[in-house]
């Protein structure tokens, strides 16, 4: 079973960065963050996979950035020009996600 632990969030106000930092038991290959806002479903906010291909949400895009080690056992994300709406709970995983979720990590981004 894979143990997934986040850590790097924080109370921030509107316009500063955080960078959030994953660790897994094991190598994952492709790796995922993601999101759950108050009262929201989880979302997928970045993935990076294969060689180091990335992908962002609309909602994201430009300001965060994604990245990992070279073993696809820690994962980062790099957010910056933080805005309130990104307020929420952030997890890593996989691409489907296909291993248990950690505990998160709370950012609260302040106006």
């Known amino acids: 079973q894979v143990q997934l632990v986040e850590s790097g969030g924080g109370l921030v106000q509107s316009g500063g960065s955080l960078r959030l930092t994953c660790k897994a038991s094991r190598s994952l290959g492709h790796m995922a963050w993601y999101r759950q806002a108050p009262g929201k479903q989880r979302e997928l906010v970045a993935s990076?996979?294969?060689?180091?291909?990335?992908n962002y949400s609309d909602a994201v895009k430009g300001r965060f950035t994604i990245s990992r080690n070279s073993a696809t056992t820690v994962a980062y994300l790099q957010m910056n020009n933080l805005k309130v709406e990104d307020t929420g709970v952030y997890y890593c995983?996989?691409?489907?996600?296909?291993?248990?979720w950690g505990q998160g990590t709370q950012v609260t981004v302040s106006s």
């Open positions: 995983n996989g691409l489907r996600p296909q291993y248990s």
């Open positions: 990076i996979i294969g060689g180091g291909l990335t």
